[in-house]
Nanobody, 124 residues
């Protein structure tokens, strides 16, 4: 059974940085793309970033492009999301998701397994 566990969230001030981790218990991890989504209170879940299996292609939402960076270490079955220049609007629960298929990286519907999420709060 595939399990995804996020970590690294917390309470930070505007302008600070965080690195989120997503550890996956799955064989052949390097064949799977992984996405990051977030959901703020009262808002719909939104796509943030994604990375392909080899780690050589990344995708970002316009709202985070240039501030967030996704990477992965396939030897550790882990994907990372570096969050820089955080803003209060970045406050949300951040979840990683793994996709088995080949559909769009931007759509939550294309992901098959989800983690529980990690809370990020940006406040002064």
């Amino acid at each position: 059974q595939v399990q995804l566990v996020e970590s690294g969230g917390g309470l930070v001030q505007p302008g600070d940085s965080l690195r989120l981790s997503c550890a996956a218990s799955v064989g052949s991890f390097s064949v799977y793309g992984v996405g990051w989504f977030r959901q703020a209170p009262g808002k719909e879940r939104e796509f943030i970033a994604a990375i392909n299996g080899r780690g050589d292609t990344t995708y970002y939402a316009n709202s985070v492009k240039g501030r967030f960076t996704s990477s992965r270490d396939n030897a550790k079955n882990t994907v990372y999301l570096q969050l820089n220049s955080l803003k209060p609007d970045d406050t949300a629960v951040y979840s990683c998701a793994l996709r088995v298929g080949t559909g769009s990286y931007y759509s939550a519907l294309e992901y098959d397994y989800w983690g529980q999420g990690t809370q990020v709060v940006v406040a002064s």
